[in-house]
Nanobody
Framework: QVQLVESGGGLVQAGGSLRLSCAASGLTFSSYAMGWFRQAPGKEREFVAAINLSGGSTYAKDSVKGRFTISRDNAKNTVYLQMNSLKPEDTAVYYC????????????????WGQGTQVTVSS
């Protein structure tokens, strides 16, 4: 049974930082690319960042480049999202997901999803 469990969300002031973690179990973690998506109230789920199997390549939405960093530790079966210089528009539920495929920007490519963690950025 595959499980992805996010943690690290919370309430932070604009300009602050949070580090999200996603712990995976029940799958061969190093065989899956990992992604972070987010969904704000009334909006569709959107791609935030992704990382390939080894961690050697990363991808990010333009609006978070330079502020968010995705990384992974295959020994710990965990993917991270370091979020700095947070803005109120970053407020959303953040989800991690796994995919064995190469299309990392589209949610349809991902097989397994976590339950999400709330990130709220106050102005």
């Amino acid at each position: 049974q595959v499980q992805l469990v996010e943690s690290g969300g919370g309430l932070v002031q604009a300009g602050g930082s949070l580090r999200l973690s996603c712990a995976a179990s029940g799958l061969t973690f190093s065989s899956y690319a990992m992604g972070w998506f987010r969904q704000a109230p009334g909006k569709e789920r959107e791609f935030v960042a992704a990382i390939n199997l080894s961690g050697g390549s990363t991808y990010a939405k333009d609006s978070v480049k330079g502020r968010f960093t995705i990384s992974r530790d295959n020994a710990k079966n965990t993917v991270y999202l370091q979020m700095n210089s947070l803005k109120p528009e970053d407020t959303a539920v953040y989800y991690c997901a796994s995919t064995p495929r190469g299309q990392l920007y589209t949610s349809r490519s991902y097989d397994y999803w976590g339950q999400g963690t709330q990130v709220t950025v106050s102005s």
